[in-house]
């Protein structure tokens, strides 16, 4: 794998990331717990379908990929490289808000490590999202202490809610074959740096809530092989429908 | 019978009991005004209400509720309960402000010696 085909897989899996996490969290929009918090969390949809945006336009002017809209709605789902996690339909709001903490950490801590990127537009983007990942991860965080703190259900469900996506979460992760490449080129420090920073990040904010990461737990990979549950092509078929009718038509 | 589809109604359960409701801290939520500044050193200007349980969540719905298109630097929130206003009955007390001219600073005539004074400082 030469640095170009380390950099479209390194970006591909970024993007896709963004864009399924972000069409999933706007699938409450309308269905939020209550108004404010139904604004907020649509409005951070946006902000990660914004980000998938903008990494295939990376790879459209620097790396011979196709146009964004083709990328995002005529892929088959074995051509995608998004993780398990952000796959997972919406559940219930304790499951959607987890998955949108461990996330968030997981990406800010991320485009923090692009801030010295060799590749320019990467350090450029990552510049460019700094505010908005700030205010998600407030918002993330705020929820969960607010959930832990509001009493035994609360606390319990948000307890089940982290057992159920931290395996998921972990997948972010997943090892690739060029991090070693990419990590010599200063592209970005490759996955194992970045886990043990998001550990560091996340485990700050569940001890304030009193909760505990479970133990033995499997990462669950694949994702960035192009092995995906079942999730991925329903919502593909949906989220592509009426794109697909007619690519050539202009909006 | 309660059939309110909004949670903050609902989690009062209404419809269990006997005696007077009492509403523990934090149970329902409170109204806070929003006020947001365009640029810093403008004044915070009112531009509406959230309903959030604390202030601190109180300002991270307020930034996306009124903080998410165009300009806008810092966003201030307070308890609406916290804000001490006259009754409506109480309006007469400003009735006759506009029969008083003289307090209107109108009246000065000062532009024509403002740009005399910057012409003589270039």
Known sequence: ?????????????????????GHRNSEWTGLGPIMEED???????????GHAWAL???????????DPDRIAFLRPAAAFRCCHLVELPIGSYEFSLMRHFL????ETIRYNSLYQSSFMPLQQL?????????YHTLHADAWILQL???GEEGHSRMQAALNDCFPLACGIFEPGQADALLAEENIYPGEAALYEQWIENINRVLRKAELTLPEKITPVYGGRKGQHTPHLEALLEEMGEVFRQDPAATW | MNNSLDPRVNRLRLDHTDGPVTIEEGENWNVYEVFHQEKRGAHHEHVGCVHAPDAGMAL?????????????????????????????????????????TYRDASGFRVMEKINKFKSQAK
Do not use: P
């Open chain 1, 1 to 21: 794998m030469n640095i170009n085909q380390a950099l479209v897989a390194l970006i591909t899996q970024m993007a896709d990331d963004e864009l399924i996490i």
């Open chain 1, 39 to 49: 604004i907020a969390f649509s409005s951070m949809a946006q902000d990660k379908i």
């Open chain 1, 56 to 66: 295939y336009r990376i790879l459209q002017e620097h790396l011979e990929g196709d």
């Open chain 1, 103 to 106: 996330f968030d950490h997981a």
């Open chain 1, 126 to 134: 990552a510049r460019k999202v700094k505010g908005e990942l700030k």
């Open chain 1, 148 to 150: 832990c703190k509001a």
């Open chain 2, 60 to 100: 991270i719905f307020a930034k996306e509720q009124f903080g998410r298109r165009k300009k806008c630097v810092n966003i201030w929130v307070v308890r609406s309960a916290d804000i001490l206003a006259f009754d409506a009955e109480d309006e007469d007390m400003f009735a006759n402000n506009l029969e008083k």
